[in-house]
């Protein structure tokens, strides 16, 4: 009988043959369509994984690279370093480590907390997915904000240019847990995109980079995490009606059951312009764990879920104020709910998230 490792290292193996053959390959630090694409080896584990501790803040042992050793040593480094362990640890405290105590504690008594996870309207938010979903090996984020580029050890000799443009990317993601897309996409045209944001929370939640590939549109990074191999897949996609890629739907659908997760989405699945997208989501996803600002309430009932909520139903901010869900407040209301022990969404402050866990009924 095939062990479960080797039958998840065939899946794995499947699914990035399937991946790169969906779009025109880029080289590994530059567009370059023609050239030949070397299968994952572990000739740049060091190197990728020591770059990725550098951008992190985190130390670099001289063994792993002298050059970053040394640049380790300078002042700007230094107070790199201080800076983002001091947001990170606050943010930490704030969302990541009550949200995985929850999953550990709640959600995985209500899901299969393991299976494969996507998460729409991303962006370069991977601490989330991590700390819901820590068991699962395979995630998959899509966003309409650029990749970029696997940085290479030439690249991050400007360092004291890209540790400002770093600090600024996660200035609003450190201070509210989401990023606000029009500061986003400024700061990332000038970072480059969101690889250097996955590289560093990947080292910083504990993880080691494996490897890290892109092609045209298409963004994945392999590492260890827990003593488990797992990937991400990140998708450049416009997530509407009209632009969504069957590619990514095809992906999807190659990964059998997955769970959701929604937060921040600017209410974009409220509306017809995205209703391909909710209806595969509906009846793709084995579980949907969202804020409201994901599948309104109504369909998630229509569909036939079996729906848990966590924490308060307050109204959506003022800029978002016509998505008011009145059945949704009704039945905060009158079922039995638990507190949420962190802010969700644009919630920040636990007293006024909710959480909605809604799954399809076994049998």
Known sequence: MMSRRNKSFLVKSGLLLFLLGCSPLWSLFGQNEQEEVLPFGPSNTISIDTISLFLGGLPVEKKQSELLFDYEKTQSWQLYAATLEKQWQKRDMWSWKPIRDFSREKLSRLINPALPVFYPFSGPDLMFPLSLFPLATVYVLASREMPGRCPSLESVKTFEKTFPLILSSLHSYFKAGYFVTKELRQDLSLLGGNIPLFLIMIVRSGGKIVDCRTTASTTIIRFYSHGELKTLYYFQSDLSNGGIEDSLMRFLSSLGSFNTVIKSASYLLHGEGFSSLR?????????????????????????????????????????????????????????????????????????????????????
């Open 279 to 363: 209806g595969f989501l509906l009846s793709h996803s084995q579980a949907i764990v969202q804020d409201d600002s994901g599948i309104p309430y109504r369909y998630l009932v229509g569909a036939g879920r079996k729906v848990y909520l966590f924490g308060v139903y307050t109204p959506p901010l003022n800029i978002f104020r016509e998505f008011y869900q009145k059945d949704l407040e009704e039945a905060f209301a009158s079922q039995d709910h638990e507190p949420l022990p962190f802010g969700f969404g644009y919630k920040w402050n636990p007293k006024e998230a909710g959480l909605i866990v809604a799954f399809k009924p076994e049998g």
